[in-house]
């Protein structure tokens, strides 16, 4: 039992489809993140949530469109990706945005065909 | 901004043995934080051992322990009695003291493979 749940754990789609990533935690925790995981670079931030509201979103292109309905969930809404966006999809989270203990789920593999 | 840089992509190690990962890091600021993170097969980032920067001793968790050169901005990581469960994908990552704008979050570097061998 990691705490943090993300559902699929696998996910193929093609470049046209519209699929969601799922993140659950019970931990109580205050502070959601979503990271991207890819082979051979460091791992990047992709947005951060705090008590439901997106505090940071890194640049991250509007085809990735998070949501937030409450402090448990976490949703990565994915639609028109291309190929680089192949990568592990990491959701991570912390009891506040200043906190640095960090859980992290087992990953969402994404592969755009 | 802060930069985390391990330069070993690949390390193996004999079981029993003693591993050292390396880990650099680039930054401005007096105080932070300083972390190693285990991700396994299992694709989970487990982590292993913290150091705070304004801490002379170094941290040490069991057979894990690290050694933080703050003036070289280095800080690696030293495995003891290797097990074959050691095996994973090993970060290094960076974390300010303070959290605000864009100062707070996590950065990593690129990750260090550690194989075991029995």
């Known amino acids: 039992e990691t705490g943090v749940t993300q559902t699929p754990r696998h996910l193929v789609m093609g470049m046209t489809n519209k699929k969601s990533l799922k993140c659950e935690q019970h931990?109580?925790?205050?502070?959601m993140y979503w990271y991207k995981q890819s082979a051979k670079k460091p791992l990047e931030l992709m947005f951060v949530y705090n008590f439901k509201e997106q505090t940071e979103n890194n640049s991250v292109p509007s085809r990735f469109s998070p949501e937030c309905p409450n402090s448990s969930h976490l949703f990565l809404h994915l639609h028109t990706l291309q190929p680089e966006d192949s990568a592990l999809y990491l959701c991570?989270?912390?009891?506040?945005?200043?906190?640095?203990?960090?859980?992290f789920g087992s990953g969402t593999r994404l592969t755009v065909v | 901004a802060q930069t985390v840089t391990q330069s070993q992509p690949e390390m193996s190690v004999q079981e029993a043995e003693t591993v050292t990962l390396s880990c650099t890091y680039d930054?401005?600021?007096?105080?932070?934080?300083l972390f190693w993170y285990k991700q396994p097969p299992s694709r989970q980032m487990i982590l292993v051992i913290r150091?705070?920067?304004?801490?002379?001793q170094n941290a040490t968790e069991n057979r894990f322990s690290v050694n933080f050169q703050k003036a070289a901005k280095s800080f690696s990581l030293k495995i003891s009695d290797s097990q074959l469960g050691d095996a994973a994908m090993y970060f290094c990552a960076y974390r300010s003291l303070y959290y605000g704008g864009s100062q707070g979050n996590l950065i990593f570097g690129k990750g260090t493979k550690l194989s075991v061998k029995p």
């Open positions: 150091q705070e920067a304004y801490k002379q």
């Open positions: 931990l109580g925790h205050n502070a």
């Open positions: 930054t401005s600021e007096s105080d932070y934080y």
């Open positions: 991570a989270s912390s009891q506040d945005l200043g906190d640095y203990g960090y859980t």
